[in-house]
């Protein structure tokens, strides 16, 4: 497409290109017209999605915000979340505990630590998320690591580290019990109430019919054997 073809549907959701045309499918930084420069694609804004994540997204790119780690028996779990903590209470709801949670100014310093971090599993250390898509109700699972390969006080010594580095600063930090002790139960797509039934359940079914107890045989679900997964970009 001629890049004035492309500017001009750019132009219609209000965004003002300030580089050359990258292709339909590559970041374009463009001027918003609320005046914050942001790198959406061509392809998904004249889909009407992605146009600007500071204007169109229940996350506060530009406010406080809070990075948090939480816990299972199985792995620990990174996340952002706006400070009314919402996204923490559904997590607790699929079984989910806090381990740590950590203010920073913006919803952007957030993300940024949180990609950081992803960045020291998977690239530095090579660890694989700890669940499957389909194990989790959310989107989270690429954002798990094993507990027996990263526990919440090791991601909390390197956050401190990496705060220094890209200069962002940790307004103030927060553990739990759980920072340092595991907790006993498994997370899984299930809510509360379908867990309590599939325990009843289980009571009286047979112990081979249920999955892998290889994990001390505590509900839930057995972490995923590794393979390399992409990693998850939206708001979780
Ligand atoms: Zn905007």
Redesign the pocket.
Same mark, same amino acid.
């Given at each position: 497409m001629p890049e004035v073809d492309a500017r001009a549907m750019m132009a219609k959701k209000?965004l003002d290109p300030v580089e050359p045309y990258p292709g339909s499918g590559r970041p374009w930084a463009s001027r918003? &017209? %609320?005046? !914050?420069v &942001?790198t959406p694609t061509l392809g998904n804004v004249a889909q009407g999605k992605g146009?600007? !994540?500071? %204007?169109?997204s229940d996350f506060p790119y530009d406010g406080p915000a809070v990075l948090y780690l939480i816990a299972d028996l199985h792995a620990v779990k990174i996340g952002c979340a706006s400070p009314n903590l919402r996204r923490l209470s559904d997590h607790r709801r699929f079984g989910w505990v806090t381990a740590w949670t950590v203010d920073v100014a913006t919803g952007d310093d957030a993300y940024n630590l949180e990609q950081a971090i992803l960045s020291w599993w998977r690239d530095e250390l090579g660890i694989e998320p700890a669940y499957e898509s389909d194990q989790l109700p959310q989107t989270g699972y690429s954002e798990t690591a094993r507990w027996d390969e990263m526990d919440p006080r090791r991601v909390l010594t390197k956050l401190r580290q990496l705060g220094d580095k890209l200069g962002i600063p940790l307004l103030h930090i927060k553990e739990t019990e759980s920072a340092t002790k595991r907790p006993l139960t498994a997370a899984d797509a299930l809510g509360a109430r379908a867990r309590a039934a599939q325990s009843r359940l289980s009571e009286t079914a047979p112990r081979a019919s249920r999955r892998s107890a290889r994990h001390s045989g505590v509900q839930g679900q057995p972490p995923r054997s590794p393979h390399r997964a992409g990693r998850g970009v939206e708001y979780r």
């Amino acid at each position: 497409m001629p890049e004035v073809d492309a500017r001009a549907m750019m132009a219609k959701k209000g965004l003002d290109p300030v580089e050359p045309y990258p292709g339909s499918g590559r970041p374009w930084a463009s001027r918003h &017209v %609320c005046g !914050r420069v &942001v790198t959406p694609t061509l392809g998904n804004v004249a889909q009407g999605k992605g146009i600007c !994540r500071y %204007c169109f997204s229940d996350f506060p790119y530009d406010g406080p915000a809070v990075l948090y780690l939480i816990a299972d028996l199985h792995a620990v779990k990174i996340g952002c979340a706006s400070p009314n903590l919402r996204r923490l209470s559904d997590h607790r709801r699929f079984g989910w505990v806090t381990a740590w949670t950590v203010d920073v100014a913006t919803g952007d310093d957030a993300y940024n630590l949180e990609q950081a971090i992803l960045s020291w599993w998977r690239d530095e250390l090579g660890i694989e998320p700890a669940y499957e898509s389909d194990q989790l109700p959310q989107t989270g699972y690429s954002e798990t690591a094993r507990w027996d390969e990263m526990d919440p006080r090791r991601v909390l010594t390197k956050l401190r580290q990496l705060g220094d580095k890209l200069g962002i600063p940790l307004l103030h930090i927060k553990e739990t019990e759980s920072a340092t002790k595991r907790p006993l139960t498994a997370a899984d797509a299930l809510g509360a109430r379908a867990r309590a039934a599939q325990s009843r359940l289980s009571e009286t079914a047979p112990r081979a019919s249920r999955r892998s107890a290889r994990h001390s045989g505590v509900q839930g679900q057995p972490p995923r054997s590794p393979h390399r997964a992409g990693r998850g970009v939206e708001y979780r």
